[in-house]
C-alpha cells in the first residue's frame, strides 16, 4: 500500500528550526545591541577618564613646569622624552604640551614640534584656565582629546597640555570590545539551530515521522472510521482512562467521558477477565447496565509495549432479532413441510375414497379437514399480524402436534399489526418460546393426563398493555422451584440450563412489565405476563 504524500512549503523540523532560529536571533540582536551600547559607553567614559587622568600628570609635572618657561622647543628635549614616556604608559596617540603662544614642546610628530598649534580656536578655551574636551581634526586625523591648563609654583598659567586618541585607536579599542560580544551572539545563534534541528528530530520521531497536517488529517480519517463502524468502540489506557469512543458506544452507555476512568461496573464487565492478560476475547455476551452485549476485547500492543485495551460492542438484541426472525421463518417452513406431508396424506385418502365411489364419505372428510385446519390455523392467521411471530407460533403448534400435545391459541388472541414492531416481536418471540417450551416439558413429564397447552395474547388498547398467558395441565410447580425458576443457571434438568425464564423475566423487567405463576387445580400451571408498549428501555425512546 502506497503511504499518501503530504506536500507543504515547509516540514515541521524545518518549521521549528526557522522559529527558534528566528527567537534566538531576534533575543541575540537585541541583548547584543544593549550590551554593545553599554560597552561603547564604558569605553567612552574609560577613555575619558583615561586622557584626563593622563593630562593632570602632564599638567602638574615638574619636568614639564620647569622646562616649558626656560627651555626652548626642541625635538630631543626634556619635555618631548617625557611626555613619549607617559604616552606609552598610558596608551593614548598623542600628548601635545604648548606655551601661552600655543608653540609646541611635544609631539609624537617631531616636525611640527616648535611650530603652533594647529587648532588654536579650540586650544584658546583654555587659556581662561579651563579643562574641556573636544572633537576636532588635528596633524593626526580625527580624534577625541582634552586640553588642560599647565600652572607654575605661583599659580600663573604658563601652558597647555592637549591629551588625546584618534578615531582610529578608538574605533580599535571598541571593535576588540565588541568582539567577544559578536562572537557569543554567533556562537548562542549556532546553539539555537542545533537545539532546533534536535527538537525537531526528536518531535518528529514522537510523531512517527508525520506531520501535523498528516495527524489532523489521519485523526479526522480514524474518526469517521470509528463513528461509521456498525459496533461501538471503547478504548482505555492501563489506568483505565478512556482513549476513545465512538457514536455506537456513546449511545450505548452516555456517560463516557475522555480522560476519565471508566466506571467499575463497566470496566469490569468489558475488561475485568481480559485487562491484565494479553489474550484477546471475541463474541462473548456480556450483561451490563440492563443490557445485552456482544462483546469482542484485545489488548493495545505497540513496540511491545501494552497500551490499554479496547472492546467492540454490538447489542445483542439486533442479532438476537436477526436470529428470531430466521429461527420464526425456519419453524414457518417446517410447519409448511409438515403441513404438506399431511395433506398429501390426506390426499391420498380422498383418491382413495373416490376410487370407491364413497363420495358422501369424501365430502364428510373435506369438511372435517378443512374445520382442523381453521380450528389450529385459521385465529393464528388472522389475529397475530406479525410474521415472525406467526411463523413462530406455526412452528410451535407443529411441534407440540408431532409430540402429541394439545396446543391451542384461543380464538380471541389478538396482535394488531400497528403495535407489532420489530422490537416487540423479538421480546415477543424471548417469551413466548420459553413459556411454550417450559409447558411442553411440564406436560410431557407428566403421563397421567392428555397434554394441553392454552395460549392467549391480548391487546388493552386503551392502556396500552399486551396480556400473555401460556397454561398448561402438567405436573405444577413446587414452593422451592417457584421461589428460584426465574434466576439465571437455576434449573431443574441439569447442566448448561436455566436460561429460558431468566430471560423471560429479563424481557419483562426491561419493559416494566409484570409477571406471575400460579399453580392450578387440580394440576397445571400459568404464567401471565403484562408488557406495556409505552416507557420501553429495549426500543428506545421514540
Same mark, same amino acid.
Given at each position: ?15 521549528? *528550526?526557522?522559529? #527558534?532560529? +528566528? &527567537?534566538?536571533?531576534?533575543?541575540? %540582536? ?5 550590551? /554593545?551600547?553599554? !560597552? ?119 601652558? *597647555?597640555?592637549? #591629551?588625546? +586618541? &584618534?578615531?582610529?585607536?578608538?574605533? %580599535? ?5 565588541? /568582539?567577544?560580544? !559578536? ?138 432479532? /436477526? ?220
Amino acid at each position: 500500500m502506497q503511504k499518501k504524500s503530504y506536500h507543504h512549503k515547509w516540514s515541521l523540523r524545518t518549521t521549528i *528550526i526557522l522559529v #527558534v532560529l +528566528l &527567537t534566538v536571533a531576534t533575543s541575540l %540582536s537585541i541583548a547584543a545591541l544593549l550590551v /554593545l551600547h553599554n !560597552v561603547v559607553q564604558t569605553q567612552q567614559r574609560n577613555i575619558k577618564q583615561n586622557i584626563r587622568s593622563t593630562a593632570t600628570i602632564v599638567a602638574t609635572s615638574t619636568v614639564v613646569k620647569d622646562n616649558l618657561t626656560t627651555k626652548q622647543p626642541s625635538a630631543h628635549g626634556d619635555i618631548q622624552r617625557y611626555t613619549k614616556r607617559i604616552q606609552r604608559a598610558t596608551h593614548v596617540d598623542f600628548i601635545v604640551v604648548m606655551n601661552r603662544r600655543l608653540i609646541r614642546y611635544s609631539h609624537p610628530d617631531t616636525r611640527v614640534i616648535g611650530h603652533r598649534f594647529s587648532s588654536p580656536n579650540d586650544a584658546t578655551k583654555s587659556l581662561t584656565g579651563h579643562t574641556h574636551f573636544s572633537r576636532e581634526t588635528g596633524v593626526l586625523g580625527n580624534g577625541y582629546r582634552i586640553f588642560t591648563p599647565i600652572y607654575n609654583a605661583r599659580h600663573q598659567q604658563i601652558g *597647555i597640555v592637549c #591629551v588625546g +586618541l &584618534t578615531e582610529r585607536s578608538i574605533n %580599535s579599542e571598541t571593535r576588540s570590545a565588541e /568582539l567577544p560580544i !559578536v562572537i557569543g551572539s554567533l556562537l548562542g545563534l549556532i546553539s539555537g539551530i542545533i537545539a532546533a534541528w534536535l527538537l525537531g528530530t526528536h518531535i518528529r520521531r514522537r510523531l512517527l515521522g508525520m506531520e501535523p497536517q498528516e495527524i489532523a488529517t489521519r485523526v479526522t480519517e480514524l474518526s469517521v472510521i470509528n463513528d461509521s463502524m456498525s459496533e461501538g468502540l471503547i478504548a482505555i489506557d492501563q489506568q483505565r482512562r478512556l482513549i476513545t469512543a465512538n457514536d455506537i458506544a456513546n449511545e450505548l452507555f452516555p456517560t463516557l467521558t475522555i480522560g476519565d476512568p471508566l466506571d467499575d461496573d463497566l470496566f469490569n464487565a468489558l475488561f475485568g477477565q481480559t485487562f491484565k492478560g494479553s489474550k484477546s476475547t471475541i463474541n462473548e455476551s456480556v450483561l451490563v447496565q440492563s443490557k445485552e452485549l456482544i462483546v469482542s476485547t484485545s489488548p493495545l500492543i505497540s513496540a511491545g509495549k501494552r497500551l490499554g485495551s479496547m472492546a467492540l460492542l454490538r447489542d445483542r438484541s439486533e442479532y438476537q432479532l /436477526l436470529a428470531d426472525q430466521l429461527a420464526g421463518t425456519t419453524q414457518y417452513i417446517q410447519a409448511l413441510r409438515a403441513q404438506t406431508h399431511e395433506f398429501l396424506n390426506k390426499l391420498q385418502a380422498v383418491s382413495g375414497l373416490i376410487e370407491l365411489h364413497q363420495y358422501d364419505e369424501v365430502q364428510r372428510f373435506i369438511t372435517n379437514t378443512s374445520a382442523d385446519y381453521q380450528a389450529q390455523f385459521g385465529n393464528l392467521n388472522n389475529h397475530i399480524q406479525s410474521p415472525a411471530v406467526a411463523g413462530f407460533l406455526m412452528g410451535k403448534l407443529n411441534q407440540a402436534h408431532e409430540q402429541q400435545v394439545a396446543f391451542t391459541i384461543t380464538p380471541d388472541s389478538l396482535l394488531p399489526k400497528q403495535v407489532a414492531s420489530e422490537a416487540l416481536s423479538v421480546d415477543l418471540i424471548k417469551v413466548l418460546g420459553n413459556l411454550i417450551d417450559n409447558a411442553i416439558d411440564a406436560v410431557n413429564n407428566d403421563d397421567n393426563v392428555k397434554s394441553e397447552i392454552t395460549l392467549s395474547i391480548n391487546y388493552d388498547d386503551e392502556s396500552n398493555i399486551l396480556v400473555i398467558e401460556v397454561t398448561d395441565n402438567g405436573c405444577g410447580i413446587s414452593k422451592e422451584v417457584k421461589a428460584h425458576m426465574f434466576e439465571q443457571h437455576y434449573s431443574t434438568k441439569g447442566r448448561d440450563r436455566g436460561y429460558g425464564l431468566a430471560l423471560v423475566k429479563q424481557v419483562v423487567d426491561a419493559r416494566n412489565g409484570y409477571l406471575s405463576v400460579t399453580n392450578n387445580r387440580p394440576q397445571g400451571t400459568t404464567f401471565y405476563v403484562e408488557l406495556p408498549l409505552y416507557n420501553q428501555k429495549s426500543e428506545g425512546d421514540d
